[in-house]
Structures are given as C-alpha cells and as structure tokens.
C-alpha cells in the first residue's frame, strides 16, 4: 500500500504534461475504494492538498464542498486546510496573499466551530517573520484582521495577539 501512496503522491505532483488526467482517475479510484476507511479519506484530503502544480488554492476550495470534508471535524480540518498551508508552499504563498485570505477566512470560520483548532491552524500565519516582506506584510494584514474580528474566541486572540507584537 505504501508503494502505492508514494506513486499517486508522485503523479499529482508531476509537471508532466497531460498527467493531470490520469492523477484525477487515481485519486477517484482511490477515494472509491477507501471512502469508507476515515484515516485513508483523511490521507486522500492531504494528497491533494499538499499537490504542488499551479491552481492548488482552487483545488483545496473545491475540496471544501466535497462529500469527504466537514469542517467541524478536526481531522478533516488538518488533512485539507492544515495541510495545504504547511506543506503546500507554492500554493499557500502565491504572490497575491490569496493563501493568507483563504487561512484567515477558515480560521474565522472555525473560531465559531472550534476555536481550539481555529487556534493551532494559525501556525502559518504567525511565521510571518520568516518570509520577504511583500509576503510578510499580507500574512501580518490578515493576522490583524483575524483579531479586529468581532466574537473573537480566547484561543484565537492569544495566538494571533501574541504573533503581532
């Protein structure tokens, strides 16, 4: 099984022309066979998450309504949305912030869910430091709109007041 993992984690990812349809058919084979099996949906949510090619933002946003995802589970919530945003960082970091905004607007979302999974899904965003300053001003932009939110959960408002000083 791990053979097979690391081939389909392989082919998203190549740069091959003309194998995006054939990553479509393996992950739809996939999840077809595993839909039933949580842990393995949860890998098949990290997969294409973590997909590196262009349009991977549209890709997690499509997942979003997908019949695997639900957001007030937490475990959906790491495998799609956590995933994409720690280990995706061509797509998370796109050049327009719409990374940041996407983070930012799951994170209020989830504040009124779970604030203490809203909370630890900050992690990206509270590096800010660590980036060039194009890229850090828009994670520090969204951070702030994070804590000007109103019904801002306690959880929440620690972690991002204590990333913006």
Known sequence: RTRFISALVSLVN???AG???LAQEALATFYTRWKQEPL???LWLQIQ???MPPGGLERVQALLNHEAFDMRNP???R???GAFCSINAVNFHRADGAGYQFLADKILELNKLNPQIAARQLTPLTRWRKYPAQ???LMKAQLQRIKDAPDLSPDVFEVVS???V
Do not use: M
Request: charged fraction near 10%.
């Open 135 to 137: 890229a850090a001003a």
């Open 162 to 164: 204590k990333s913006l």
């Open 40 to 42: 393995a949906v949860n």
């Open 49 to 51: 998450a973590g997909a």
């Open 14 to 16: 190549t740069p091959v």
């Open 19 to 21: 194998a995006a349809p």
């Open 75 to 77: 475990n959906k919530v």
């Open 79 to 81: 495998s799609l949305i």
